[in-house]
């Protein structure tokens, strides 16, 4: 037997779920298919932090807002943050940001990627939508006017659209052969839990070190002693570090982050993720998207990766009502090329910039050193600059959706 729907989404991660919300009061049959078992734990407020955070902006609190799931985030665990301090290891140059400047109460908030995946699925399950879990995709083929998709227990999937929100390595992307540019940044990043003997002063902070940027991050109301760490460091130092014990990474850490809040006094369980960047060259095809992840990964430098996903969902949800209230068939390449013709260019922007910051602050060169250090100063000292860096932090600026509008 197959079943039928106008829309599979594949991949019930934080961006598909997020479309499949968006999408709930379109009158589309939707079906969101997740090797997960979709179930939701009771959110235990001892629990120690997951290592995986997201730095949430201001657009994608509206759009969780929206969708009704950010007040399931906010009654688990969330960390409001308000200013962000960027300094470089090697010389002088720092810059300091703050909500304030734009009149703003927050920067963003720091949110463990289970809490917020948690709270989808929650909301999810209050829906009519339909969701297929514990389904491993096996293959995937055109058939007629459809997609035929085959699960590994034998059940067949057919609809018009998918949608790859499946992740970085997207089974869909690779079963219909969409390429992608993509490229080693021969660095390994290093997440985990650390308490400090200074408060984290709801600030993140970020250091540009000769391995690499070293951010921490803040971590929930209650705990102003905790902060997440994303440490980027070259494949074998991460190999070093993570083979210390508790105590002497602990002290590797202090000074690599020059001691900014006291001593660290405890970590949690690490975990070591290669980073590799990867952009699809196409976002469509004919009854083909693809969003979040599956489209495009980004260096963790500046934690937009999840923001760029939650725009993705929104502006295809976006464009797919419009084009169902003007009786459009919604899987016609020239409907889905709308979503990428809004998206592309923004992703590609902000991942450039993010490829600049990264090269500048690993380049030895002095001009260069003298270049950022300047630059930073440059920054720290106008006005305006930052106001527009904090605007767009927040995603005040831009090609916004309806859903992360003011």
């Known amino acids: ?221 209650g705990a102003e002693h905790w902060c997440s760490i994303v440490w980027s460091v070259t494949p074998d130092e991460s190999e070093r570090l993570m083979k210390l014990g508790e105590q002497a990474f602990c002290h590797e850490l202090q000074n690599a982050f020059e001691g900014r809040l006291g001593k660290v006094l405890a970590v949690d369980p690490r975990l070591c993720v290669p980073l590799r960047q990867r952009h699809a060259k196409r976002y469509v095809a004919e009854g083909l998207a693809l969003i979040g992840d599956a489209a495009h990964t980004i260096h963790p430098l500046a934690g937009q990766g999840v923001n760029l996903g939650f725009l993705d969902a929104a502006v295809l949800a976006e464009v797919l009502q419009s084009a169902a209230e003007r009786g459009e068939r919604l899987a016609d390449v020239k409907v889905l090329s709308r979503y990428e013709r809004r998206r592309m260019p923004h992703n590609l922007a902000l991942m450039a910039a993010m490829e600049g910051f990264e090269r500048l602050f690993q380049a030895d060169p002095l001009p260069l050193r003298w270049l950022r250090n300047t630059g930073l100063k440059m920054v720290n000292r106008s006005t305006e600059a930052k106001a527009l860096f904090v605007r767009q932090a927040l995603g005040l600026a831009g090609d916004l959706p309806e859903l992360a509008r003011l």
Do not use: C
């Not at 709930?24 to 939707?30: A, P």
């Not at 409001?80 to 940001?97: A, L, Q």
């Not at 491993?136 to 059940?155: F, I, K, N, V, Y």
């Open 1 to 221: 037997m197959e079943t039928r729907a106008d829309l599979l989404i594949v991949g019930a991660g934080m961006v598909g779920s997020a479309l499949a919300l968006a999408l709930q009061n379109s009158g589309l049959n939707i079906l969101v298919v997740d090797g997960s078992p979709l179930s939701v734990k009771p959110f235990d407020h001892s629990a120690p932090f997951e290592p995986r955070v997201s730095a949430l902006s201001a657009a994608s609190q509206r759009i969780l807002t929206r969708l009704n799931v950010w007040e399931g985030i906010a009654s688990r665990r969330v960390s409001p943050y308000g200013e962000m301090h960027v300094w470089d290891g090697s010389g002088t140059g720092n810059v300091h940001f703050s909500a304030a400047s734009v009149h703003a109460d927050v920067l963003g908030h720091i949110v463990e990627n289970q809490v917020v995946q948690d709270a989808l699925i929650e909301r999810l399950h209050d829906t009519d939508i339909g969701l297929l879990a514990n389904a491993r995709l096996e293959q995937m083929r055109h058939s007629a006017d459809d997609w035929l998709l085959t699960l590994s227990d034998g059940r067949k999937l057919r609809a018009p659209l998918v949608v790859a929100a499946d992740g970085a390595n997207s089974t869909v992307r690779r079963m219909t052969g969409t390429a992608t540019r993509e490229w080693d940044y021969m660095h390994h990043a290093i997440v985990t839990s650390v308490q400090t003997a200074e408060t984290h002063h709801q600030t993140a902070w970020q250091r540009f070190t000769d391995e690499g940027p070293l951010a921490f991050l803040p971590l929930a109301r």
